[in-house]
Nanobody, 115 residues
C-alpha cells in the first residue's frame, strides 16, 4: 500500500505561481510513473502531467509551457511547479502513483486562482 500526501495548494492571483509537493511512503524509484491529476467542480478528473522513473515527462496541452513536474527519488517526493496560473486551473490536484495495474491516490490539495 502506497500512501501519498500532497501539499502546497492555496489561493493565488491569476499570473501567479504555486509549487505542489507529493510525499510518498515508498520509494518512488521503485514505484515508477508518478503523476498529477486535477478535478474541478462538476468535471471529471483529468490528467495534468506524468513523470517516469527515468524522468520522461508528459503534459496535457492546457499546461504545456506553464507547469513543470519533477521528482526527487532520494526524498520520495514529486513536485509540480505551476506558473502563469489561470482561473481555469482552479481545482483539487491529486498525486498518483502507478504500479502497473495498481493506482494509488492522495487526498488532494486545493488550488484556487482568482481573476
Amino acid at each position: 500500500q502506497v500512501q501519498l500526501v500532497e501539499s502546497g495548494g492555496g489561493l493565488v492571483q491569476a499570473g501567479g505561481s504555486l509549487k505542489l509537493s507529493c510525499a510518498a511512503s515508498e520509494s518512488i524509484f521503485i514505484i515508477g510513473t508518478m503523476g498529477w491529476y486535477r478535478q474541478a467542480p462538476g468535471n471529471q478528473r483529468e490528467l495534468v502531467t506524468t513523470i517516469t522513473s527515468r524522468g520522461s515527462t508528459n503534459y496535457a496541452d492546457f499546461v504545456k509551457g506553464r507547469f513543470t513536474i519533477s521528482r526527487d527519488n532520494a526524498k520520495n517526493t514529486v513536485y509540480l511547479q505551476m506558473n502563469s496560473l489561470k482561473p481555469e486551473d482552479t481545482a483539487v490536484y491529486y498525486c498518483n502513483a502507478n504500479l502497473g495495474p495498481l493506482n494509488y491516490w492522495g487526498r488532494g490539495t486545493q488550488v484556487t486562482v482568482s481573476s
